[in-house]
Antibody, heavy 115, light 112 residues
Framework: EVQLVESGGGLVQPGRSLKLSCAAS????????MAWVRQAPTKGLEWVAS????????YYRDSVKGRFTISRDNAKSTLYLQMDSLRSEDTATYYC????????WGPGTMVTVSS | DVVMTQTPVSLPVSLGGQASISCRSS???????????LHWYLQKPGQSPQLLIY???NRFSGVPDRFSGSGSGTDFTLKISRVEPEDLGDYYC?????????FGAGTKLELK
């Protein structure tokens, strides 16, 4: 059974950093592109970043480029999102999702950026 | 960026009835490899999104055949026949042909 479980969310002050993790199981992690998608409270879905299966290429939305870094450790079947210089508009539930089609999603981890 | 215009915003339906949701993109979603990366998701209240349809018309594993997707180029439709209580929630389309990937704003399927 495919499972994705995010962790690392919490309350953080503007300008500070946070690192999210997503532990994957039930499939061969190194065979899949992975992505982060976020959802601000009561809002719709927003793609944040993607990474190829080897980790050799990464892609970001403009609003997080230069502040967020997506990475992965295939030996640990874990996806990461390093978030620096956080802003109030980054407040959201962050989901880890698999593949080209986002076929499986984790339950999400909430990030609140507030002073 | 590709803008995904999803309509309607809200869709009241009767159980057993039919629903249709439209998603239009601001540019063609045909990838250079010939595939069209347009997908549909349902997010039930308090849950993560779940994939229903991938690449326009392919039902994901376990998705009932009451759900069907169609369209091409810039114009896509999700149809739900014989609506059941578990179909209620927020529906989103997603294009993953062009970076940045973009979602439609969502359609809330609710009881009439």
């Amino acid at each position: 059974e495919v499972q994705l479980v995010e962790s690392g969310g919490g309350l953080v002050q503007p300008g500070r950093s946070l690192k999210l993790s997503c532990a994957a199981s039930g499939f061969t992690f190194s065979n899949y592109y992975m992505a982060w998608v976020r959802q601000a409270p009561t809002k719709g879905l927003e793609w944040v970043a993607s990474i190829t299966n080897s980790g050799g290429s990464t892609y970001y939305r403009d609003s997080v480029k230069g502040r967020f870094t997506i990475s992965r450790d295939n030996a640990k079947s874990t996806l990461y999102l390093q978030m620096d210089s956080l802003r109030s508009e980054d407040t959201a539930t962050y989901y880890c999702t698999r593949g080209w089609y986002f076929d499986f999603w984790g339950p999400g981890t909430m990030v609140t950026v507030s002073s | 960026d590709v803008v995904m215009t999803q309509t309607p915003v809200s869709l009241p339906v009767s159980l057993g009835g039919q629903a249709s949701i439209s998603c239009r993109s601001s540019q063609s979603l045909v990838h250079s490899n010939g595939n069209t990366y347009l997908h549909w998701y349902l997010q039930k209240p308090g849950q993560s999104p779940q994939l229903l349809i991938y690449r326009v018309s392919n039902r994901f594993s376990g998705v009932p055949d009451r759900f069907s997707g169609s369209g091409s180029g810039t114009d896509f439709t999700l149809k739900i026949s014989r609506v059941e209580p578990e179909d209620l929630g927020d529906y989103y389309c997603l294009q993953s042909t062009h970076f940045p990937y973009t979602f439609g704003a969502g359609t809330k399927l609710e009881l009439k």
